[in-house]
């Protein structure tokens, strides 16, 4: 199979090019390295035997059609993104740039080239909005309530996927992701908590909690992720499926967890809460188990220790 990951070398989109490149196939990788890096494929290249291409580009480029179309994939994951909810605040129009108007160049790409299929990242805390927590964990038929820019773009990209189908005969997959996290994540800037908490933990650095923290996320490992997205590229056509684990974890519990791992301070600094924050998230993963075969397969105590070896260095 030949494959396209947009964003594949970020956090998330590297791990998968490894694991596609693990099963034999060929990637191009289409990313602005705004957020990832080529040190994230530095593995990956060097074990490819000439199967891996990164082409430099920004999704608000025309060229990135060019890109997709010349790529001739059969498959296309589409992962890069403007991810950061603050920063679609303060600048809506650049967010959908990128996230709307970016995902119709890669599917106007794909169509030229006579892709089979768009597997597309969404985001299930921003798709669903603040949702009743009676409801949790949410599943797929909870109705689409986004509350920020980001959540809008990442919705009107959906509504492009079904469109496409319906004109071009393209097929497709989305994901809302829950909190994804694992070796490779950013512990700056716009980063997940995981990462953050590892980071500071580590350099004995102060970690900071907003609010009570008992707002809860629901946190999955990277592994796991990349899992949905192979299990994607042959299942699943037409449908959107939530990729988390169904178990909510507090802020405070996961910072006591990751403490606890590195030996750091039993408490962390208290702040106010941040605005716009969701109080309780989660995604129910039963229709994924169904329909994809997928389950998550790393327990957070796990996942946290692994994260934190890679963060040190050392191989988990």
């Not at 809506?92 to 740039?97: E, H, I, L, R, T």
């Given at each position: ?16 090019v490894?694991?596609?490149?693990a ?24 074990s490819a ?11 608000r ?8 179309a ?10 890069a ?19 709307v ?8 790409g794909?169509r ?5 299929k ?22 797929e038929?909870t ?26 005969g ?9 909190n ?21 933990l ?6 900071t ?33 939530n990729?988390?684990t ?14 606890e791992?590195?030996?750091?301070p ?12 969701l ?10 188990a ?6 998550p ?19 988990s």
């Amino acid at each position: 199979m030949r494959a396209v990951v947009t964003g594949g070398a970020g956090f998330i989109g590297s791990t998968l090019v490894d694991r596609l490149l693990a099963d034999g196939h060929e990637v191009v990788v289409l990313d602005d390295l705004s957020t990832g890096s080529e040190e994230n494929l530095a593995d990956a290249r060097s074990s490819a035997d000439g199967r891996l291409r990164l082409e430099v580009v920004d999704l608000r480029e025309d060229r990135s059609i060019e890109l997709v179309a010349a790529a001739a994939a059969d498959v296309v994951f589409h992962l890069a993104a403007q991810a950061d909810v603050r920063a679609s605040v303060d600048d809506p129009v650049n967010d959908a740039m990128v996230n709307v108007l970016g995902t119709l160049r890669v599917l106007e790409g794909a169509r030229v080239a006579g892709t089979r299929k768009v597997v597309v990242a969404a985001s299930g805390g921003t798709l669903y909005g603040d949702a009743d927590p009676a409801l949790l964990p949410l599943d797929e038929s909870t109705a689409h309530r986004p509350e920020s820019p980001y959540g809008a773009s990442k919705l009107a990209a959906g509504t492009y996927l079904r469109v496409y189908e319906s004109l071009y005969g393209i097929r497709w997959t989305e994901l809302a992701l829950a909190n994804v996290y694992g070796p490779r994540q950013d512990a700056d800037g716009e980063a997940g908590v995981v990462a953050i908490f590892a980071g500071r933990l580590l350099a004995g650095e102060a970690c900071t909690v907003y609010g009570s923290g008992g707002q809860t996320r629901d946190f999955v490992f990277v592994d796991d992720v990349v899992e949905a997205f192979v299990a994607a590229a042959d299942r699943g056509d037409g449908r959107l499926f939530n990729i988390g684990t169904g178990v909510e974890t507090s802020v405070n519990g996961l910072y006591r967890s990751m403490a606890e791992v590195v030996d750091g301070p039993d408490e962390p600094l208290r702040a106010p809460a941040r605005t716009g924050e969701l109080e309780r998230s989660a995604l129910d993963p039963s229709l994924a188990a169904e329909v994809l075969g997928w389950r998550p397969g790393v327990a957070l105590d796990d996942g946290i220790r692994r994260t934190v070896d890679w963060f040190r260095g050392t191989d988990s």
